[in-house]
C-alpha cells in the first residue's frame, strides 16, 4: 500500500493527490501536523532530512519532494501516456518540474504562504517572480491545451496547485484567461481532486 505523508492545505500535497487519483491509485494518508512541528521529528526527518512534506512511502521506497514523487508515480505506475519515451518530450516536462519547483514555488506559492500564515517575505520580489511567471505561463497556453504536448503530463500536475491558490496569495488571475481554460481543462479529467481555496469560476 501507498502511504502519503500529507498536509491537507499544503499544494506540493495536492500535486500528489491528484496524480494518485488520476492513476486511480489506491493508497492512505498520513497527516504531519506542520504547526506542531512533526515534520522535525526524528522519523520524520530520517523520511525527508528536510523536514517537509510531502513524502511518498511505496511498500518501504521513501521518495521525497513533490516533483520527484510525481516522476517516480509517472514512470512507476503511468505508462507511456504518463511517461513519454521521447528525449524532448521529457525535457520539456523536466523543464516544468523545474519552474513549480522554482519560479511557482517562490512567487504564487511563496506570496499565499505569506498571506494565509503569515510567514515573512520579500513581497516585492515574490510579486515580480509571480507577475512573470503567471504571463509566462498564459502566453505558452495560448495555442496548446497542455504544457507539454497534446495531453495532460506530471507538467501540469506540478505547475498546477499554486496556481490555481494563487487568489490566496493576493494575486488577481482572472485576466490569464488561458490559464483558466486550462484550470477548466484539468478540472475534467477522470479522477480529478479539488482542494479548498483554489480559484473557482
Ligand atoms: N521542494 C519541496 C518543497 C516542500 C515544501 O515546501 N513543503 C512544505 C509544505 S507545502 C513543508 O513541508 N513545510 C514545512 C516546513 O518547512 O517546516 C517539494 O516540492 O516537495
Excluded at 57 to 82: C, P, T
Excluded at 130 to 143: E, F, S, T, Y
Aim: glycine fraction near 8%; aromatic fraction near 8%; include cysteine.
Amino acid at each position: 500500500m501507498i502511504t502519503l505523508y500529507d498536509m491537507s492545505l499544503s499544494g506540493n500535497c495536492h500535486k500528489v493527490r491528484l496524480l494518485l487519483g488520476l492513476l486511480v491509485l489506491p493508497y492512505q494518508i498520513q497527516a504531519v501536523d506542520l504547526r506542531g512541528g512533526e515534520q522535525r521529528s526524528p522519523e520524520h526527518l530520517q523520511r525527508n532530512p528536510f523536514g517537509q512534506v510531502p513524502v511518498l512511502d511505496d511498500e518501504g521506497l521513501i521518495i521525497r519532494d513533490s516533483q520527484a514523487i510525481l516522476v517516480y508515480l509517472a514512470k512507476r505506475y503511468g505508462g507511456e501516456k504518463w511517461w513519454p519515451d521521447d528525449a524532448y518530450q521529457l525535457a520539456q516536462i523536466a523543464a516544468w518540474l523545474s519552474t513549480a519547483a522554482n519560479e511557482v514555488a517562490n512567487g504564487p506559492a511563496k506570496l499565499r504562504v505569506h498571506h494565509k500564515f503569515g510567514s515573512p517575505i520579500d513581497t516585492a520580489a515574490a510579486g515580480h517572480t509571480a507577475d512573470k511567471v503567471l504571463g509566462i505561463i498564459d502566453r505558452h497556453l495560448q495555442n496548446q491545451d497542455w504544457l507539454v504536448g497534446d495531453s495532460v503530463s506530471i507538467a501540469d500536475i506540478a505547475v498546477y496547485p499554486y496556481l490555481a491558490l494563487a487568489p490566496e496569495g493576493g494575486l488577481d488571475i482572472e485576466t490569464y484567461s488561458n490559464t483558466l481554460a486550462w484550470f477548466q481543462r484539468l478540472r475534467a479529467l477522470p479522477g480529478y481532486v479539488a482542494m479548498p481555496g483554489m480559484w473557482q469560476a
